[in-house]
């Protein structure tokens, strides 16, 4: 069954320090990745998303996502955090190159300590 | 502005009492779908449409109706709610160009 794992259900983290927020998916021939944002009670913004191409992403608020076919991965990284950076982080895939239905993880709870 | 609405954001009703959660697109989208998020288990699917009085159960359907009698609408009916669709629940659409938009949630407390 298709599936997206987020090992990480929390990543506390020191201001200024750099983070990684890990996704792993099932394997499949043709995929399409993405990572969303929830801040405390809003809703989903699209952080960054692979289509094709280069498979360094670099996406909004100094986020960047490197899609690693060999290990079916698609790790969010940012070298700084910021306190504003705490919130819930999705990661998410489409299978057989469809957009329209996205598989989600369980989600990554991003707390940044001062 | 593109923009997926829905209403209410907020709802409190009791156990059987039957509610619907509208969602509205401006986007002219052909497809969208309802997902529910709860603690630990990310967002699943309930139901989505392809089109215009096209609609297929996702992975959570049970205990849910839609209809998509135009374009722009797609509301989400529980006929008779009860206390596991306590959820918080988002609508979405998608067009050209490969990107879901999402609404703003509706948080949905059943007693």
């Known amino acids: 069954a298709q599936s997206v794992t987020q090992l990480d259900s929390q990543v506390p983290v020191f201001e200024e320090a750099p983070v990684e927020l890990r996704c792993n998916y099932s394997?499949?021939?043709?995929?399409?990745l993405f990572w969303y944002v929830q801040y405390p009670n809003q809703g989903l913004q699209l952080l960054l998303k692979y289509l094709s191409g280069s498979t360094l992403v670099k996406g909004i608020n100094g986020f960047e996502a490197e899609f690693n076919k060999s290990q079916t991965s698609f790790h969010l990284r940012k070298p700084s955090v910021h306190i504003s950076d705490t919130a819930e982080y999705f990661c998410?895939?489409?299978?057989?190159?469809?957009?329209?239905?996205?598989?989600f993880g369980t989600g990554t709870l991003l707390a940044v300590q001062p | 502005e593109a923009q997926v609405t829905q209403n209410p954001r907020y709802l409190i009703t009791v156990t059987g009492k039957k509610l619907t959660v509208t969602c509205s697109q401006n986007?002219?989208?052909?497809?969208m779908s309802w997902y529910r998020q709860d603690p630990g288990l990310g967002l699943r699917q309930i139901y989505y449409?392809?089109?215009?009085?096209?609609?297929d159960k996702g992975d959570v359907p049970e205990g849910y109706k839609v209809s998509r009698k135009e374009k722009r609408n797609f509301p989400l009916i529980l006929e008779s709610p009860s206390p596991n669709q306590t959820s918080l629940y988002f609508c979405?659409?998608?067009?050209?160009?490969?990107?879901?938009?999402f609404g703003e949630g509706s948080w949905l407390t059943v007693v």
């Open positions: 986007m002219n989208h052909e497809y």
């Open positions: 998410a895939v489409s299978y057989g190159g469809a957009t329209n239905k996205l598989i």
């Open positions: 979405a659409s998608s067009g050209p160009g490969n990107t879901i938009y």
């Open positions: 394997s499949s021939v043709s995929v399409y």
């Open positions: 449409s392809m089109n215009v009085e096209v609609t």
